[in-house]
């Protein structure tokens, strides 16, 4: 597979990209707009996606089998590729969150050593 | 699984179009809803985004994998620049085609014939066995009936030994009004299917009883016979057929693939019931073919042992009879049946071989020419930061697709060229066997596949990646362009112009040894002369008188026919073969010591015989009239039988006796002639035709006009006598020659051919290489005449240009000449390998050929207006 080379430039690291993601659809399906929508509304707006990486990572996570897809109506009565979560990609969910949860506490416990 | 994504990408992109399209729309809605113009709406929905072709992008290079992509993109891109340039595509096709189809063409026929191994069960244990003669003079010999029976009674080392004969043929009656045909047939034992392991597709084999004096006539055809006599009804078996005016009944048919012991074999019948039962007391007449098959486990060289044991014991039994072998000798059957076409094949095979080299070596040279063109397009991309692999595998790619095209074009080529090859060699030994299969196809692939690489990879040499400046420099006026290109140029034409002159050298000295072979001199006369092969059946002509009174009315009727100038009749005429050989004793001569034997070849003619050929007699004459039956009672001798046994003697008058025989009176010596063109002549004895012993033979016919012509009406005449009789080999003396010549001459066709081909190439090459160097130097030439040379000057410049490399290759061709011709010296007859006016002429004829191919593109660079080529750039 050929690296991605925008990686740098990024906003966010791609891992944790995937985890959004994920994580927003386990509340139901959702097509590509919405979940763009729901990230930055859920982080108030810290987080602020380019729109145009989600579908790259989109497809990433489908060709994995985390996600499945399928066109149907949105909300506004216009064509739109919904995505599905698999039981393969909430076991992945899972994962990911305990690995961002220990990522995190270690991070932490490497900060409050430091003298403030 | 990315492979899939792979083949998917297409779709896989438009389908995101329509995804983005559906995100925007999505957005430019949101937007809209917070107020926004329609404008403003798309402006910042499109903001927000990003770049959608980036995203594209990026799944599109998420969905390749590398190394396809390129692969597919090289060959895409590669097919649309050979497209552009349809000359030299066709004209590169061609060339590959043409050395890969004849390489494959040749191989197909040495895998068939010489490789695969016999198509009978456990062939590698089956061997064919000989007797070595008492006096050493001939180790492989055939065997007598006596010596087989004692081998089967005594051996231990074979599970299975027979015996067979070869060479024989039979008339076959014509039934319903069909015409009478002769038929080669092998006389077998009842074992020698069951030995090969073959059996019969149709009926059954030979059986013990069958096999016997006493038992029913029965006899084995052909499927070819069977097809084209009996048009294939099952019905025939059981159904007698007249052999020799014999009844026959048809037990079986055998398979199509079977032509044991020769092409053309059409009856098998067994062995016991057609010779007569003193063949099997007889140690001294060697007449047939032995066939073992090895037990388990014992190796040739210990049953052949064995059997040279029970040979020598039998010889010193009879230390008498000086014709007895002393020891037995064998080889492989493959070996015994192909052997003598080992080497022409190889031959072939290795000049094709370097066909399909030069071949390679001129579409090399030809891409180099086009790579010329991408010169600086090539440093570029190597400054840019292209990989080296890169382009070499873009460059690979182009000789790979005219690869091939050339191997599928060639192919192609090769099944016509084999179809051509087994129509024309019949002759051949295994030539039913040849056929195109599964290897013989993956031979082409390889092929293919390795003249692309070495196509390619030789003109890619020349691209120097590192010396990225000098060839941006290039086209500058301080000096000529494109010079390691030029270099790789005359390198490749020097390698073409040596293997071409070592096979020229090899069609040279075959086509000499075959002009020698062929302007022989037989010792008789061979113009207008027509010989033909008719055989009296022992049923209906048992009695001598009978023959006698066939004969010459047969022969007084000819002789009346209009044209006819001399009519005889031989057992053999010469140029025929072998035929046999008697062993003799002069009587006047003091007794040999035991165990020296004297033998002579001995043929029947009538009187006429001598001067139908124009065979002169040296002493003495010709046979009186008398001579018929049992006064038949003089002999003829060669000049050499009377130079070897009689020395300054006068042999006129002395008597020869012959094995169990009475006396005979010489009374002539005549001119030696041949028994085979490429053999020396023989000894031989002649014996009046009109005693009657023998059957038949050939008729000779001398004319004074067309002697053609003559054939329909010899025939009617044979039918009035005799309507059963076949009548075959109608053939005038100079085909006769022909046949026994065709091996030779198909030998030095074919490398002659070979040979002109890659001369054509060579010189097609020679003027490529020099129009381009020509056209390198243009600007150089443009100066040199500015500054004062005269046109002779640049013309003799650019000539020894053109010339050097070509005398380089010479060198190098006559060099590896002289070793590689040692390779062909048993095929030569009469010409020596290192035959002087050979290579001095293949070396002229190259220099002319060089000459004439530079001489064009010299000319014009004589002719260049030097305005014109300083302003070219």
Redo the contacts between chains.
Sequence with gaps: ??R?K?EASQEMMQGTLDMLILRTLVLGPA????I?HVIERSSEDVLQV????L??AL??LE?RGWLTSYWGA?E?N????YYKLTPAGRKQLARETNRWQARVAAIARVLCVEPE | MDLRHFFQRKSEDAELKREIESHLQHEIDDNLARGMSEQEARRRAQLKFGNPVRVREELWQNNTVGFFDHLVRNLRYSWRTLLRAPGFTLVAVLVMALGIGATTALFTVVRSVLLKPLPFKDPSRLIRLYEHSADDKFAYNASAGGVFAAWKKQSTGFSDLAILSAGYEYGLSGTDGELPEKVRASECSWDLFPTLGVAPALGRSFTASDDQASANATVLVSWGLWKRRFGGDPAILNQPIHLDEKSYTIIGVMPAWFAYPEPGVQVWTPIQHEESPQRWQEFDNHMFRVVGRLKPGVTETAATAELSLITRNLHDQHLDNPFISKAANSRPLLEDIVGDYQTPLYVLLAATGFLLLIGCLNVASLLVARGTARRKELAIRAALGGSRWRLLAEHLTESFLLSAAGGIAGLIFANAAIRWFVATRQDMNRVEAIRIDAPVVAFAVGLTFLSALFAGFMSSLSIKGNHILASLQESSRSHSAGQSQVRMRKLLLSLEVGLTVVLLIGAGLMLKSYERLRTTNLGAITKNILTMHLDLPQTKYSQRPQRLSFFETLLARVRSLPGVQFAAFTTAAPGEGYDGDNGFLIQEHPPLPQGTMQFAIHRWVESSYFEAFGIPFLRGQTFDQNQRLDNASQVIISSSFSRQYFGDENPIGKHLLTLGERPYQIVGVVGDTRYEIARPAQPTMYFPFYSGTEPGGTLVIRSTQEVAALALPVQQIVAQLDRELPVSDILTMDQVIGKSTLDASFNATLLVAFAILSLVLAAVGLFGVLSFIVGQRTSEIGIRIAIGAQRGQVLALVLSDGLRPAGIGLLFGLAGSVAATQMIRELLYGAQPLDAGVFVGVAFLLLVVATLACLLPAWRASRLDPIRALRIE
């Design positions: 597979m050929a991605n925008n097509h590509g707009h919405t763009a380019e729109q145009g990486s579908y790259p497809h990433r060709h949105s506004n216009r064509k739109a590729k």
